[in-house]
């Protein structure tokens, strides 16, 4: 414990020497000073503003300050003394915009400038960063902040995180707490994947069965896919649940309070299973449904093509389908005050459309050509639907399929293509592609991470550039990380899938494409990984794990080793010896020998180990040479 209380002592002295921070996303513009601030009881929180939510987030800040045993008073007059003080702008800074601020550290002040609340919000973020995660005096419970001015802004007004809380369901503390860290990096949009084949998750008056049957199937564990069987007759559906709109408005108020809109997403027409599961007659067969437990209703062909071997789509000709569409958004509509309704439409399976007689008279009499162009038809509906409610529409990029609605913005998640035709077409983008931006892929080597079909790195998440060469960036309003939750099924497994994935995000996102430096941003998320662990929360350190790549050359086996991470070396063995850190220090790519063997490898940094340990059989090396 002394030695990491020193270490912190050290990181302080080196920030404070060379001007360096840990803030994540790094500012606009940061310059030190040689002040430096001692935050200590008896300092004054002191608002130049009566507006409301400035108070908001002067109490939120009194609290997080209390959690380190420090009592600070929050003033409305300007008493002398030590003070940290929140102040509006009467005459607006146009470059501050509505989230921007200036942050000031002197010797006897901090001072916090912005516009709007917002950024006097996300100012607070920045100083909550700024605070040393030890103790300069452990004794009086003073804080030395270093000195320094600030002067900060998004690049993008849409920072979004999506979590699907139909695969599993979160809690409403659970919730609130993966709102929390997210407006500690300025995330301001929370996207509420709340609708789909394995569980309804909100509170329709209208439709009591959404959630009554909706929202439960029968309890399976593993892996989701062909070990998940389907449920046996007669069989109670206890695992779910779902939140009451009074619990929502709470939810809802509560993101408010840090700042985050939240976007709905119910998803139709397809990915309604929980919902045919409580109203079969929405469907084409109106044959009875059951809310999926994670068993495999599909089958995959690759390039996006599939088929759908159990009904989850909703009918697109019956006209009492868009009746419920109507009344579910009206309340949707009532209980999310945000300006975008997610509507879906993604992965829809025409099959059944396309096998149903009705259907395709329909589609005779109404001159649709094809099936694509049905679920355009009913996409066009649904957003008028959605408009009429005062809201705009957004759905993943499938609703480009045969004609965008009109009004209706684009979430392209098969790559950037979807998002590029958008805003050519003069509508608006998020960009949130699968390889940049989907959390739930791998982090690391197979090894030691659940097996999922593809892999993001942090690396990887931190290319990410939104605005694509070509495209008028007016069109792109942000992007988003999106959390799929088949694999994910508590909250702390969540923080380890999110972050640190989310900082490169966030970064991407609200700093400035310029100022992009991988080595510095590493820094920084080392610090904040030990924020996470003071914290008791779950992060991911894949980042620090070898990256095994195996070939071959002139039909012999090779294997290279990387790591990213600065004043790392990489240790490994071939012999079947362990430790590894007595094995052979990594310095050009070796080859692997026949025999039956494994190869042994971490990373290391100041001869302690700093990655997790791989260790991998030659069989399946070889099986990892690209054919």
């Known amino acids: 414990m002394k030695k990491i209380i020193l270490s912190f002592v050290f990181l302080a002295f080196f920030y404070q020497s060379f001007g360096q921070h840990a803030i994540i996303p790094t500012p606009v513009n940061f310059s030190s000073t040689h002040n430096s601030f001692i935050l200590e009881n008896g300092v004054s929180l002191y608002l130049d503003s009566n507006n409301a939510d400035v108070i908001e987030y002067a109490k939120q800040f009194k609290y997080f300050l209390s959690q380190s045993d420090l009592n600070v008073a929050i003033q409305n007059s300007n008493k002398k003394g030590k003070k940290i003080q929140l102040s509006l702008l009467k005459n607006k800074n146009a470059e501050l915009g509505k989230e921007g601020y200036t942050l000031e550290v002197n010797q006897n002040e901090i001072n916090l400038v912005a516009n709007e609340p917002a950024g006097i919000f996300n100012a607070i973020q920045t100083l909550k960063q700024m605070i040393p995660l030890e103790t300069a005096n452990s004794e009086t419970k003073s804080f030395e902040i270093m000195g320094c001015e600030i002067t900060d802004y998004p690049r993008f007004g849409w920072r979004g995180l999506m979590l699907d809380v139909s695969r599993h369901f979160f809690t409403v503390a659970e919730i609130k707490a993966y709102l929390d860290k997210m407006s500690e990096y300025k995330f301001n949009v929370f996207h509420w994947h709340l609708t789909d084949d394995q569980g309804w998750r909100i509170e329709i008056k209208s439709y009591p069965k959404l959630t009554e049957v909706g929202a439960w199937r029968v309890e399976r564990h593993g892996k989701f896919g062909s ?262 099924p508590t909250l702390q497994f969540a923080y380890y899938m999110t972050y640190p994935r989310a900082f490169a995000l966030a970064e991407t996102l609200w700093s400035q494409k310029k100022d992009k430096n991988w080595d510095d941003f590493v820094r920084r998320t080392e610090e904040n990984m030990v924020r996470f662990d003071k914290e008791g929360d779950n992060i991911s350190k894949a980042v620090f794990d070898p990256t095994v790549t195996v070939y071959k050359k002139d039909d012999v086996v090779m294997c290279k080793l990387e790591n990213s991470i600065p004043n790392t070396e990489i240790f490994y063995s071939i012999d079947n010896t362990y430790p590894v850190k007595f094995g052979k220090k990594y310095t050009g790519p070796f080859q692997i020998p026949s025999g039956d063997l494994s190869l042994r490898t971490q990373t290391y940094r100041d001869a302690k180990p700093l990655g997790r340990e791989l260790i991998i059989a030659r069989e399946d090396l070889v099986k990892r040479i690209k054919k």
């Open 227 to 488: 070990d998940i069987s389907e449920p046996k007759p007669g069989e109670k559906a206890t695992y779910g649940g779902f939140y009451t709109q009074e619990q929502i408005k709470d939810i809802v108020n509560y993101a408010a309070d840090r700042n985050i809109t939240i976007v709905p997403e119910i998803d139709f027409p397809g990915h309604s299973m929980a919902a045919l599961a409580a109203y079969p007659e929405l469907s084409v067969k109106k044959e009875p449904k059951y809310v999926s437990p994670g068993n495999e209703f599909s089958e995959w062909y690759g390039g996006g093509k599939f088929k759908m071997l159990v009904e989850n789509t909703l009918n697109p000709i019956d006209e009492n389908v868009y009746n419920f569409i109507d009344k579910v958004f009206t309340e949707v509509a009532q209980l999310f005050p945000g300006e975008y309704i997610h509507m879906g439409g993604d992965e829809a399976y025409h099959g059944y459309w396309e096998e149903n007689a009705e259907v395709q008279k329909f589609m005779k009499k109404n001159n649709i050509k094809n099936s694509h162009e049905l679920q355009s038809y009913f996409v066009k509906r649904v957003e008028k639907i959605i408009s009429k409610k005062g809201k705009k529409m957004i759905g993943w990029d499938e609703i480009l399929e045969g004609g965008l609605a009109d009004g209706a913005a684009v979430m392209s998640w098969r790559g950037m293509k979807g998002g590029i035709e958008a805003a050519k077409m003069g509508h608006e983008a998020v960009m949130t592609p699968t390889t940049y931006a989907y959390l739930d892929y791998m982090q690391g080597d197979i090894t030691v991470e659940n097996k999922i079909y593809a892999s993001l790195s942090l690396e990887k998440a931190y290319e990410f550039e939104p605005v694509p060469e070509g495209v008028n960036p007016k069109y792109i309003l942000g992007g988003q990380g999106n959390l799929w939750t088949e694999a994910v």
